[in-house]
């Protein structure tokens, strides 16, 4: 893990202040770099999805918290109702399709790059109860510190709502392109509003289904389905959380992403789910 301050590049927008503030966390921005795999899920369908949300959240959890070497396990769990929160904007996917609406997301945070490695037996134990609760399970991955933890939050303020914000890069666009304008656009761009209290990004190696081919679980994802980046905004409430949903920010950030990105599926997250903190297995989860 690394960590450094960023200088943000400030939009045309914010310096006009029609749209943006230029708030202290936009100005100076601290970030920490890890390396972390993100595992979309979906649960069973031939039981309550309760039923298998509650299994991921209990008996599943214990097996990927007992991995060496993890400076954080976090469940992402996601609600039902899940049409698609990003407003509707042209030549842009916003309304997630049915089939591939997720359930919840598994974040892995490695200590360092040689970590999976000493984890391959808890991995096993993994792979094998996979069956027991998901019926697809995906693995997103990138390089070391291609996952950044930013500092929004003000002293005392804490999470009360999320959104989890999936983005795939249009066709034609490059990866270097697309993981230069999440870093020196995007993220300053939302710092820069002032409602943030957590902002994590995540961009991805290309997907490969051998790094995690579990057995008698799918892991179907066509090639128009890939995702390229991910987002976790952190809000006050969900009050906040709906109104920064359909703000005139998301209108402005819809217009810069058109070009590059050719879907925006945002989810409401209904818990985060801390398993394993700073490198500690907790003796009950975290939200």
Do not use: C
């Not at 987002?231 to 709906?242: Q, V």
């Amino acid at each position: 893990m690394t960590t450094r301050t960023l200088q943000p590049h400030v939009p045309d927008q914010e310096r006009k202040g029609n749209t943006m503030s230029t708030s202290p966390s936009a100005a100076q921005l601290g970030v920490k770099k890890h390396l972390t795999s993100s595992i979309p899920l979906w649960v069973r369908t031939d039981q309550p999805r309760q039923t298998g949300m509650d299994y991921w959240k209990g008996p599943h959890s214990k097996i990927i918290s007992a991995t060496p070497r993890l400076e954080e396990y976090r469940q992402i769990h996601l609600a039902e109702d899940n049409p698609g929160r990003w407003p509707v904007t042209d030549e842009v996917e916003t309304s997630i399709p049915v089939d591939r609406k997720i359930d919840g997301v598994a974040e892995v945070t490695f200590h360092s790059a040689l970590s999976p490695l000493l984890g391959r037996k808890q991995t096993q134990l993994a792979y094998k109860d996979e069956i027991n609760v998901f019926r697809r399970t995906l693995l997103y991955t990138g390089p070391p510190n291609s996952s950044r933890w930013y500092d929004v939050a003000g002293p005392g303020e804490t999470v009360g709502a999320r959104a989890l914000v999936y983005l795939r890069r249009r066709d034609g666009v490059g990866a270097g392109e697309f993981r230069k304008f999440i870093k020196n656009q995007l993220v300053p761009a939302l710092a820069g509003t002032g409602v943030l209290n957590e902002l994590r990004t995540q961009t991805f190696l290309p997907w490969i289904e051998k790094l995690w081919d579990t057995p008698n679980v799918a892991h179907d994802n066509p090639h128009d389905q890939h995702f390229h980046a991910s987002l976790i905004l952190g809000f006050t409430d969900t009050a906040s959380r709906d109104a920064f949903l359909t703000s005139n920010v998301i209108e402005e950030l819809s217009n810069q992403l058109t070009p590059l990105a050719s879907a925006v599926h945002a989810y409401d997250v209904t818990a985060a789910l801390t398993y394993v903190k700073n490198g500690d297995i907790l003796p009950h989860y975290q939200q």
